[in-house]
Nanobody, 115 residues
């Protein structure tokens, strides 16, 4: 089992920045991909960014150039640096991991972009 705990969400004004963290624990050996997804009220869950164990990253077009996905292997933590935030970025952000073909999800952290 893999446990994922997100933190760092909150209220921010348009144009502002936030950094989300996702701490992984449990059976983390064998995780070959991690990602951030988001789900706005009444909307489907959508991919924000993913990173593979080889370090390859992929971003949704809507966040390219504004969001950066990074990781700290020593801390078993991944981060999502979000800059130039827009009201349409408002959503619950969920951390995701894949280990031996099994999907794991965190409970999410709420990001609200509003003036």
């Amino acid at each position: 089992q893999v446990q994922l705990v997100e933190s760092g969400g909150g209220l921010v004004q348009p144009g502002g920045s936030l950094r989300l963290s996702c701490a992984a624990s449990g059976s983390i050996f064998g995780i070959n991909a991690m990602g951030w997804y988001r789900q706005a009220p009444g909307e489907q869950r959508e991919l924000v960014a993913t990173i593979t164990s080889g370090g390859n990253t992929h971003y949704a077009d809507s966040v390219k150039g504004r969001f950066t996905f990074s990781g700290d292997n020593a801390k078993n933590t991944v981060y999502l640096q979000m800059n130039s935030l827009k009201p349409e970025d408002t959503a619950v952000y969920l951390c995701h991991a894949v280990r031996f073909g099994v999907n794991y999800w965190g409970k999410g952290t709420l990001v609200t972009v509003s003036s």
